[in-house]
């Protein structure tokens, strides 16, 4: 039984947070989140129930206006919290209960932190600090990998050349610009990825390393001396590069703050 995990003065915000996962389970309705009006009609069951409000003219479903938009099926969600009060890794709730992917769990685990936040302080901030500290296997692995990527981009010495690809090339600047000794033309690793035109390369493992301890963009900020916008750009530009190679999961775990 979760209540005897949960601390007693949360107990009545876990029933309540359960109740709605249980009403977004049945997909049960009992006003339009647009207008708040009671009178609507349903006009599709599938995949899921869509509904149409008289008052306001709008189509919603029982996700609508809420971090479980589209994440069918929504009996997973309460599967996914139930077990990651017990501790439940990522990858054992995905291959043990619902035989799927660990990307999945993340994703509705995230959506589920989001959903707290708003509606459930307490629940959430307890939540989020009972929630496992330190990353699962596959979480690590591609932390390694990401990282040896980064260190081996930035001191390559002889890259072959993309033009002619000889070996005989050297390094032109600080970053991954090179020229190629044989053609005489110029080359940067970088040049069809989006970290083409990013700064400040001594950054970014220190800045993958905060990504992946959940730093926020302003813990960031403090931490690295960079102003908010850049923060945001780099959190999405990495999350990209971790996706292009091939480190999905991470990339889940890093994108929300």
């Known amino acids: 039984m979760i209540y ?3 601390p007693t003065e949360l107990h009545d915000e876990l029933k309540a947070f359960c109740h709605d996962l249980e ?8 006003a339009c989140p647009f207008c708040g009006k009671d ?6 069951s599938k995949p899921i129930n869509t509904y149409r409000c008289k008052a306001c003219y709008k189509y919603f479903t029982v996700a609508t206006n809420t971090p479980f938009n589209r994440l069918t099926p929504f009996n997973w969600l309460e599967l996914i919290f139930t077990n990651r009060i ?3 890794s990522y990858l054992f709730i995905a291959e043990e209960i619902l035989e799927s992917s660990p990307e999945k769990v993340m994703r509705r685990d995230h959506a589920i932190i989001d959903y707290l936040q708003t509606h459930y302080p307490l629940l959430h901030k307890w939540y989020i600090n009972h929630k496992q500290a330190t990353l699962t296997p596959t979480l690590a692995e591609q932390h ?3 990282n040896a990527k980064i260190t ?4 390559q010495q002889t890259p072959i050349c993309s033009y002619c690809a000889s070996t005989d090339t050297t390094k032109v600047g600080s970053r991954t610009c090179y020229r190629c000794k044989r053609c005489r033309r110029s080359f940067n690793l970088l040049s069809d990825t989006p970290l083409n035109r990013l700064p400040r390369p001594e950054l970014w493992i220190e800045f993958i390393n905060l990504l992946v301890a959940k730093k926020n963009n302003q813990q960031i900020e403090e931490k690295l001396h960079l102003n908010c916008n850049t923060v945001s750009r780099w959190r999405a530009i990495w999350c990209d590069m971790m996706k292009k190679w ?3 999961a991470l990339a889940i775990w890093c994108s929300r703050h």
């Open 4 to 6: 005897e995990l949960v």
């Open 23 to 30: 009403n977004t389970t049945l997909q049960h309705i009992e």
């Open 246 to 248: 091939n480190c999905e």
């Open 152 to 155: 081996a981009l930035l001191n």
């Open 39 to 44: 009178s609507f009609y349903l006009i599709r």
């Open 144 to 146: 390694q990998t990401i």
């Open 86 to 88: 017990k501790n439940k």
